[in-house]
Every structure is written in structure tokens, then in C-alpha cells.
């Protein structure tokens, strides 16, 4: 793997809903840095709830929640805000 994992991030984009620094990272990756992101300072049962809203997306590959794979559910727009 050519990257550490939770290494800091630059924002790539202009734009607040531009993610194109997290392309090709791979789900672990990304599955922490949302759970971080969205439930910091909560229980783990608010941890677990935010990966298995993650995971349920992904499991149910609509369109509507951006795919079939992790990457594209935690990366498509307005989805989450953390």
C-alpha cells in the first residue's frame, strides 16, 4: 500500500463537496475516516450505527445511494457531512 492509513489529507477541490483527495482509497480507509468524521464524541453504538448506515447502502447497490461499493456511497454527494 502506498499510504499510511488516517494520514492527513489536503483538500485537492474548491469546492466543500469536492472528495477527489479519498478516489482510490480503499474501504477501511474511508470506512474509518467517515465513522471519525460523523460520530466523534459519540458511544460505539453511535459508531456501529454510522457503519452500518455505510454498509446497508452499499448492500442495497441503489443508485440513490451511490453504488454498490463503499467508496461510492461514502463518497457520493450530500450523503454525509462529517
Do not use: C
Amino acid at each position: 500500500m502506498a499510504y499510511f492509513y488516517g494520514e492527513p489529507l489536503e483538500n485537492k477541490g474548491s469546492s466543500t463537496w469536492d472528495l477527489s483527495e479519498f478516489e482510490g482509497r480503499d474501504s477501511v480507509d474511508l470506512l474509518a475516516r467517515l465513522i471519525y468524521s460523523e460520530a466523534e464524541g459519540e458511544s460505539n453504538e453511535g459508531k456501529h450505527g454510522v457503519a452500518y448506515v455505510a454498509l446497508n447502502r452499499r448492500d442495497s447497490g441503489k443508485s440513490e445511494f451511490g453504488g454498490s461499493t463503499f467508496e461510492s456511497v461514502i463518497l457520493k454527494k450530500y450523503q454525509f457531512e462529517g
